[in-house]
């Protein structure tokens, strides 16, 4: 009897990790996420300002998909968040950024009528380094934060470009892109 019930802890006990490491592998953690300079754009964004946290952007990203669709008959494809603040130099209170949907080239005719119901922000084409990782829980979003940023902070300081604001682009192919536009 006590050796089924050491052999029961030992199983539990080695199953807990097993499990945290395959969580954060389907997370994305150890997903190997390139850096690369990729001219992207244009964006047209149907956006909210927020100031807080940014955990509250997802809602924004959220609530704008259902008006346009409800609404306007309109689907999305991907949710944005432009981060202008640094979470680790700036209180959470006082963190700025938008968040919405891009709309789909196909949708982009209909601006102006969107334009008295949305902020709308259109982004010319531009140079960005970008990094991608998996979106498949919110450990994903905490693999980017962990991972990606640190590695793109780092290449950009390596050469010799400008702090600029994150974008972070989260596609229905279940994945998040990461952009700063390339600022020398």
């Known amino acids: 009897m006590k050796r089924k019930i050491g052999v029961s802890i030992i199983i539990f006990v080695l199953t807990i990790p097993t499990l945290l490491v395959l969580a954060l592998a389907w997370s994305g953690f150890f997903s190997n996420s390139e850096i690369h300079e990729k001219?992207?754009?244009?964006?047209?964004?149907?956006?909210?300002?927020?100031?807080?946290?940014?955990?509250g952007t997802a809602r924004i990203m959220d609530r704008i998909y259902e008006r346009l669709k409800e609404e306007d008959n309109i689907e999305t494809f991907r949710g944005f968040g432009i981060y202008y603040d640094d979470p680790k130099t700036t209180p959470g209170e006082e963190l700025r950024s938008i968040a919405g949907c891009i709309l789909e080239p196909a949708d982009t005719s209909r601006i102006k009528t969107l334009s008295g119901k949305y902020a709308i922000m259109e982004i010319p084409e531009k140079l960005y380094v970008t990094s991608e990782i998996p979106f498949r829980s919110q450990l994903s979003v905490f693999a980017g934060i962990v991972k990606v940023y640190p590695a793109?902070?780092?290449?950009?300081?390596?050469?010799?470009?400008?702090?600029?604001?994150?974008?972070?682009?989260?596609?229905?192919?279940?994945?998040?892109?990461?952009?700063?536009?390339v600022v020398k």
């Open 152 to 181: 793109l902070k780092k290449y950009m300081k390596d050469k010799g470009y400008a702090q600029v604001p994150a974008m972070e682009i989260y596609d229905s192919n279940k994945t998040i892109i990461y952009l700063f536009e």
């Open 39 to 55: 001219t992207m754009g244009p964006f047209v964004l149907v956006y909210e300002e927020h100031t807080g946290p940014y955990k």
